[in-house]
């Protein structure tokens, strides 16, 4: 069973396109990527499966039928322009919001101090949303998405504004809920979470997809000619190497992209001569290198 099935829609503003012809299936209790540069459609997207946004054509199928208020309370949504009560106390928002997805009062209080306690908010429960800084408002946002144990989670730029410690405790809590058969949706502009985490990608860019389907699947598309370099020195040389068709350098590491029928071997041997070898390793292509590929020169 597909949890989310995406048929042709397409969405103007006068004569501006957000979202032109977009078509994809999401398999149930899987995690699945929304990608794409800011202004690509992606949160466009996400409204109109939450019927926030009428598509001008095509049809929208989640969990098996068309979106209604049964089917909204097996959804957890969380936007990109976060939507709190500022004078409401923590625990108080927490349980209203989830009495309006169905959660009976009786049943909450045991959940709503397991999860003030997993986000490390327990001695805020009682202090109004706006003592609360950003990102603590963010996990009490998170936790009224989740409180009432959705079957699918939507979640705009999840990640935005996330420090490294909460970044990965968002993760965590999305595998847990994946493991328990939660399908998860998520928009981001960031690679590297979307390959820690996605089974299934989209990039959507200029309204239009560019690229959809398997992660896997997809980097084994692009080949093995890459090499993952890190270093001490200086590898500008390289840019001229007749084994190198690309190289994206950060200074410590870098991306190589070999040309077509090339010998790594051939550039391994070039290095130490020149530069301290901490690491060469053949892999697949980066999404993040996939992502520039596709969508950089129509940005540049």
Not at 16 to 23: E, G, K, M, P
Not at 261 to 287: M, W
């Amino acid at each position: 069973m597909y949890a989310l099935e995406i048929d042709h829609i397409s969405k103007k503003f006068g004569d501006f396109s957000a979202v032109t012809d977009l078509s994809f299936k999401i398999p149930s209790g899987t995690v699945y990527g929304l990608l794409g540069p800011n202004g690509a459609g992606k949160t466009t997207t996400l409204r109109m499966i939450m019927n926030i946004i009428i598509p001008d054509q095509g049809a929208i199928s989640i969990l098996g039928r068309k979106l209604d208020d049964k089917i909204k309370e097996r959804i957890g949504y969380l936007p990109e322009d976060r939507g709190l009560y500022p004078k409401m106390k923590v625990g108080e928002t927490i349980r209203f919001l989830a009495e309006i997805k169905g959660r009976k009062p009786n049943a909450l209080a045991k959940d709503i101090d397991y999860w003030l306690d997993r986000f490390d908010l327990t001695s805020w429960k009682d202090k109004k949303v706006e003592e609360l800084s950003k990102g603590m408002q963010q996990k009490v946002q998170f936790i009224v998405t989740v409180i009432h144990r959705p079957e699918m989670i939507i979640l705009d730029e999840p990640f935005s504004g996330m420090d490294p410690v909460n970044t990965k405790l968002f993760k965590d809590i999305m595998m847990e809920m994946k493991g328990k058969g939660c399908t998860i949706i998520f928009s981001t502009h960031r690679m590297e979470q979307v390959e820690m985490i996605c089974d299934n990608i989209c990039l959507i860019d200029k309204s239009r997809m560019v690229l959809e389907g398997s992660l896997s699947q997809i980097k084994k598309r692009y080949g093995t000619n890459t090499v993952a370099l890190e270093y001490e020195g200086d590898i500008g040389f390289l840019k001229g190497a007749p084994e190198v068709e690309k190289i994206d350098d950060y200074g410590k590491a870098a991306e190589i992209k070999l040309r077509e029928g090339a010998d790594p071997q051939d550039l391994l041997r070039k290095l130490p001569a020149k530069v301290r070898v901490q690491k060469f390793e053949i892999r697949e292509p980066s999404l993040n290198t996939i992502f520039i590929e596709l969508v950089g020169d129509s940005h540049e």
